[in-house]
């Protein structure tokens, strides 16, 4: 699987952006597809996933602020990033399992200003 993200960007602080994985196969024979964030030097850690059945998981951080979803006729999953703040600066991975396979896509940057 092939997955290709886009969406990111700068933004004001209290702002909104919306990333988008395209994936280069059907994501309904996908288990679970999520988003990543990463700081340099820091781990990367996971801010939200939806699961074939459309169940979701956030981050606490993101919850209320963030929400996932997906479009099974593009084969797309998007992240809706709303009331941006600077702690939410990252680049931001697109990911999905198939066990045992996962997938990445290139991050895409997005950057809050404060």
């Known amino acids: 699987v092939q997955l290709q993200a886009s969406g990111g960007g700068l933004v004001q602080t209290g702002g909104s952006l919306r990333l988008s994985c395209a994936a280069s196969?059907?994501?309904?024979?996908?288990?679970?597809m999520g988003w990543y964030r990463q700081i340099p030097g820091k781990s990367r850690d996971l801010v939200a996933s939806i699961d074939s059945g459309g169940i979701t998981n956030y981050a606490a951080s993101v919850k209320g602020r963030f929400t996932i979803s997906r479009n099974v006729a593009n084969n797309t999953v998007y992240l809706q990033m709303n009331s941006l703040q600077p702690e939410d600066t990252a680049i931001y991975y697109c990911t999905a399992w198939s066990p045992p396979d996962s997938y990445w896509g290139q991050g895409t940057q997005v950057t809050v200003s404060s």
């Open positions: 196969e059907s994501i309904s024979n996908i288990n679970r």
